[in-house]
């Protein structure tokens, strides 16, 4: 393995158009502090990049709905944003934004240079474009019905319901968000990404070269490369972002895929600029590792369109590995800030004052590094109550305690050691590596786990040795004992910093400790006989139940009112004729069986009894319906609609369903039993 001189360790550039939660941190920020954590602690050069994402359509959704400018929009979440980072301790070298004139110069320049060097495609294409409004649409502000599922509120690039990604005119009668009228398709001109002439190229990189990135980054990398890739477009039309710096370009503005990346770099550039130091090392030397950490999501862009663009412009080094994680649930549902199902950072600190530690290591435990993982508020209680405080702080006040009431809070000089002390310390002396090793290969769980069964040593040690029944009995083996403890804990504090570190902090404090590094852990003699220790303090304390019953309560609350505020009943269509009503034919039916459809979340293939024969349809209802719940339903089904293939499968025909308040979709069924096959009028 390639020992690197400097290393940079970037982070997804989360959107400035709302705050912080839980799912982030678990999922980017968290295993990357550890990371920069420990190569600092290494002695390593690293230069830790963080920043906002102000540009892109959510900004302008969210300015549009606030009815301010998207740059005070991005003013506001930029310093929500930026002061959670700071109270959970992610010690950023630099946490920059993209809409500085710095940034918008660093992606303009990249861009000209790709388009001097002739790599772009320049194409004319039909977009949807609103004339009331005077403008072409992004695909978030067009909606309409999703041809795969009939999903009447699907997305220009998706739909929702079924899953399906899509192209704007994919959609049957599509509506602009911004009027509510049919839009038209006018030509228009836009530079494209040839990524399909770099597939070789990245084929032999990623799948030759870096078979040792995580099965889920690698899996995902060979599933893009095997379908083929395709010219994608790096400009759009909008008038809030970075302006295409060319002639005859007017209104004109870099896609987001494309200058979000590339804030890494003009962040760097903000880093020297602050501290007068050249930022070229950190990019563009081959002795630099680049790390980039994301969220799965983001894989795509990292591993292959940004890499593309580096390696199209050539004087830039390539990421070295991009450690993605999976997605962090939440009481087993899906985060989601639109339902407010979350669990937000700066909410979190007013009712948890001085616990960043414990959600840094309940979210490291439950990190979700190769499938999504889980956060549930009695998990949380239960490591703080039964980890943290139980055998962690146990173990460390004990010891405290122990050395300021025989002596007087100075470190006792060892005697002679006894088996148990000499295995104690080899084992001492194993488990930086052992952490080392894990985090080296981003396993944070485990090397958090190994992290916990150092302490949970010393908790053992010290219980099984009994200080206080020999204290007067046998005095220098008691001294050997509060020794062994006293060096455990101030390895604790050094290994427990990248994961932990105002623990640390305060850990280093109490046994007035100097600042040490990696390279000292595991030794026995880091404290000297006679150095003076403080006062014992708790470094945890008890969460009890009514804490987690607020937080539940919260949580529920928070969601209901939500979806109160933004309960938007639908307008009703245009009207229709009686004989086109007439056309519709419904009819009573009974599921008798039910399936999921494979390698899909939504869809369940339902066969269903229509009183004159089975009838198969595919339904959009998986994630609100176990196959087992729904059959012996009666439903109504709307019995002519053409039929259609999903996912292989023939659908003939459509149950109905109704939205509640939830967001669940229930069964439109009659209220008393009819036979299968009866009309509904």
Same mark, same amino acid.
């Not at 991005?74 to 630099?94: E, M």
């Not at 390895?491 to 640390?504: D, G, K, Q």
């Given at each position: 393995?390639?020992?690197?001189?400097?290393?940079?360790?970037?982070?997804?550039?989360?959107?400035?158009?709302?705050?912080?939660?839980?799912?982030?941190?678990?999922?980017?920020?968290?295993?990357?502090?550890?990371?920069?954590?420990?190569?600092?602690?290494?002695?390593?050069?690293?230069?830790?990049?963080?920043?906002?994402?102000?540009?892109?359509?959510?900004?302008?959704?969210?300015?549009?709905?606030?009815?301010?400018?998207?740059?005070?929009?991005?003013?506001?979440?930029?310093?929500?944003?930026?002061?959670?980072?700071?109270?959970?301790?992610?010690?950023?070298?630099?946490?920059?934004?993209?809409?500085?004139?710095?940034?918008?110069?660093?992606?303009?320049?990249?861009?000209?240079?790709?388009?001097?060097?002739?790599?772009?495609?320049?194409?004319?294409?039909?977009?949807?474009?609103?004339?009331?409004?005077?403008?072409?649409?992004?695909?978030?502000?067009?909606?309409?019905?999703?041809?795969?599922?009939?999903?009447?509120?699907?997305?220009?690039?998706?739909?929702?319901?079924?899953?399906?990604?899509?192209?704007?005119?994919?959609?049957?009668?599509?509506?602009?968000?911004?009027?509510?009228?049919?839009?038209?398709?006018?030509?228009?001109?836009?530079?494209?990404?040839?990524?399909?002439?770099?597939?070789?190229?990245?084929?032999?990189?990623?799948?030759?070269?870096?078979?040792?990135?995580?099965?889920?980054?690698?899996?995902?990398?060979?599933?893009?490369?095997?379908?083929?890739?395709?010219?994608?477009?790096?400009?759009?039309?909008?008038?809030?972002?970075?302006?295409?710096?060319?002639?005859?370009?007017?209104?004109?503005?870099?896609?987001?895929?494309?200058?979000?990346?590339?804030?890494?770099?003009?962040?760097?550039?903000?880093?020297?600029?602050?501290?007068?130091?050249?930022?070229? =090392?950190?990019? %563009? @030397?081959?002795?630099?590792?680049?790390?980039? &950490?994301?969220? !799965?999501? #983001?894989?795509?862009?990292?591993? /292959?369109?940004?890499?593309?663009?580096?390696?199209?412009?050539?004087?830039?080094?390539?990421?070295?590995?991009?450690?993605?994680?999976?997605?962090?649930?939440?009481?087993?549902?899906?985060?989601?800030?639109?339902?407010?199902?979350?669990?937000?950072?700066?909410?979190?600190?007013?009712?948890?004052?001085?616990?960043?530690?414990?959600?840094?290591?309940?979210?490291?435990?439950?990190? =979700?590094?190769? %499938? @999504?993982?889980?956060?549930?508020?009695?998990? &949380?209680?239960? !490591?703080? #109550?039964?980890?943290?405080?139980? /055998?962690?702080?146990?173990?460390?006040?004990?010891?405290?305690?122990?050395?300021?009431?025989?002596?007087?809070?100075?470190?006792?000089?060892?005697?002679?050691?006894?088996?148990?002390?000499?295995?104690?310390?080899?084992?001492?002396?194993?488990?930086?590596?052992?952490?080392?090793?894990?985090?080296?290969?981003?396993?944070?769980?485990?090397?958090?786990?190994?992290?916990?069964?150092?302490?949970?040593?010393?908790?053992?040690?010290?219980?099984?040795?009994?200080?206080?029944?020999?204290?007067?009995?046998?005095?220098?083996?008691?001294?050997?004992?509060?020794?062994?403890?006293?060096?455990?804990?101030?390895?604790?504090?050094?290994?427990?910093?990248?994961?932990?570190?105002?623990?640390?902090?305060?850990?280093?404090?109490?046994?007035?400790?100097?600042?040490?590094?990696?390279?000292?852990?595991?030794?026995?003699?880091?404290?000297?006989?006679?150095?003076?220790?403080?006062?014992?303090?708790?470094?945890?304390?008890?969460?009890?139940?009514?804490?987690?019953?607020?937080?539940?309560?919260?949580?529920?609350?928070?969601?209901?009112?939500?979806?109160?505020?933004?309960?938007?009943?639908?307008?009703?269509?245009?009207?229709?004729?009686?004989?086109?009503?007439?056309?519709?034919?419904?009819?009573?039916?009974?599921?008798?069986?039910?399936?999921?459809?494979?390698?899909?979340?939504?869809?369940?293939?339902?066969?269903?009894?229509?009183?004159?024969?089975?009838?198969?349809?595919?339904?959009?209802?998986?994630?609100?319906?176990?196959?087992?719940?729904?059959?012996?339903?009666?439903?109504?089904?709307?019995?002519?609609?053409?039929?259609?293939?999903?996912?292989?499968?023939?659908?003939?025909?459509?149950?109905?369903?109704?939205?509640?308040?939830?967001?669940?979709?229930?069964?439109?069924?009659?209220?008393?039993?009819?036979?299968?096959?009866?009309?509904?009028?």
């Amino acid at each position: 393995m390639k020992n690197f001189e400097r290393y940079t360790v970037t982070t997804a550039l989360p959107y400035a158009n709302g705050p912080i939660h839980i799912g982030h941190l678990a999922g980017v920020y968290v295993p990357a502090d550890i990371y920069v954590r420990y190569l600092r602690l290494k002695d390593k050069d690293v230069l830790f990049i963080g920043g906002s994402d102000e540009h892109g359509v959510p900004i302008t959704i969210k300015a549009r709905k606030e009815n301010v400018t998207p740059q005070d929009i991005v003013n506001k979440y930029h310093a929500i944003i930026k002061k959670s980072f700071q109270d959970f301790g992610i010690t950023f070298d630099i946490y920059s934004r993209t809409s500085m004139e710095l940034h918008h110069r660093t992606a303009s320049e990249i861009f000209k240079t790709l388009h001097d060097k002739g790599e772009f495609i320049e194409k004319t294409t039909h977009q949807y474009y609103d004339e009331e409004a005077s403008q072409f649409l992004a695909d978030r502000y067009i909606t309409g019905t999703c041809p795969h599922c009939s999903y009447e509120k699907a997305y220009g690039d998706q739909c929702e319901n079924c899953g399906t990604s899509l192209n704007a005119t994919d959609l049957i009668n599509p509506q602009s968000v911004l009027s509510g009228n049919t839009p038209i398709l006018k030509e228009t001109k836009h530079w494209f990404l040839p990524l399909d002439k770099y597939e070789p190229w990245l084929k032999k990189w990623i799948l030759e070269t870096h078979k040792e990135w995580k099965p889920n980054v690698y899996g995902q990398c060979k599933s893009w490369l095997t379908q083929g890739l395709q010219p994608r477009a790096v400009t759009r039309d909008l008038d809030w972002g970075v302006k295409v710096p060319l002639d005859g370009a007017d209104e004109k503005v870099l896609y987001v895929w494309f200058d979000a990346p590339i804030g890494y770099i003009s962040a760097a550039k903000h880093w020297a600029q602050e501290n007068k130091k050249d930022w070229t =090392p950190y990019w %563009k @030397d081959k002795n630099t590792k680049l790390v980039h &950490f994301i969220g !799965k999501d #983001n894989i795509v862009f990292h591993c /292959i369109i940004f890499p593309s663009i580096l390696h199209a412009e050539g004087s830039y080094i390539l990421p070295e590995n991009v450690p993605a994680n999976e997605f962090l649930n939440l009481e087993n549902d899906k985060i989601s800030t639109s339902r407010n199902w979350a669990v937000w950072l700066h909410e979190y600190l007013k009712d948890f004052p001085d616990k960043q530690d414990v959600l840094r290591y309940v979210l490291t435990a439950n990190c =979700p590094e190769t %499938k @999504d993982n889980d956060f549930t508020w009695k998990d &949380f209680q239960t !490591k703080n #109550n039964s980890e943290l405080l139980a /055998i962690f702080g146990n173990f460390v006040n004990r010891t405290i305690v122990l050395t300021n009431k025989y002596y007087e809070g100075k470190v006792p000089a060892p005697g002679d050691l006894c088996q148990l002390d000499k295995e104690t310390l080899k084992a001492l002396e194993d488990y930086p590596d052992k952490i080392s090793l894990h985090i080296a290969n981003y396993k944070f769980r485990e090397a958090l786990s190994e992290m916990m069964n150092l302490a949970r040593m010393g908790n053992k040690y010290l219980t099984e040795s009994e200080p206080w029944k020999i204290f007067k009995t046998a005095p220098d083996k008691v001294r050997t004992i509060i020794n062994i403890s006293l060096q455990i804990c101030a390895n604790l504090s050094i290994v427990a910093e990248p994961f932990i570190p105002f623990t640390a902090a305060k850990m280093k404090r109490i046994l007035n400790l100097p600042d040490l590094n990696w390279q000292q852990a595991g030794k026995p003699d880091l404290l000297s006989p006679g150095q003076t220790i403080s006062e014992p303090e708790h470094l945890f304390e008890k969460i009890e139940d009514a804490a987690i019953e607020h937080q539940m309560a919260k949580l529920h609350d928070a969601k209901s009112a939500n979806e109160q505020n933004n309960r938007v009943v639908e307008p009703v269509k245009a009207d229709i004729s009686f004989d086109d009503f007439q056309k519709v034919d419904l009819r009573a039916a009974t599921i008798i069986e039910a399936e999921k459809v494979p390698k899909t979340k939504k869809l369940l293939k339902l066969t269903l009894d229509t009183g004159t024969g089975k009838r198969t349809v595919v339904s959009g209802i998986a994630e609100h319906y176990k196959p087992e719940e729904v059959v012996g339903k009666s439903v109504c089904l709307v019995a002519n609609l053409a039929p259609k293939e999903l996912r292989g499968i023939k659908s003939h025909g459509m149950v109905l369903m109704a939205e509640d308040v939830d967001g669940k979709l229930v069964f439109v069924s009659p209220a008393h039993m009819i036979s299968n096959g009866m009309t509904i009028k």
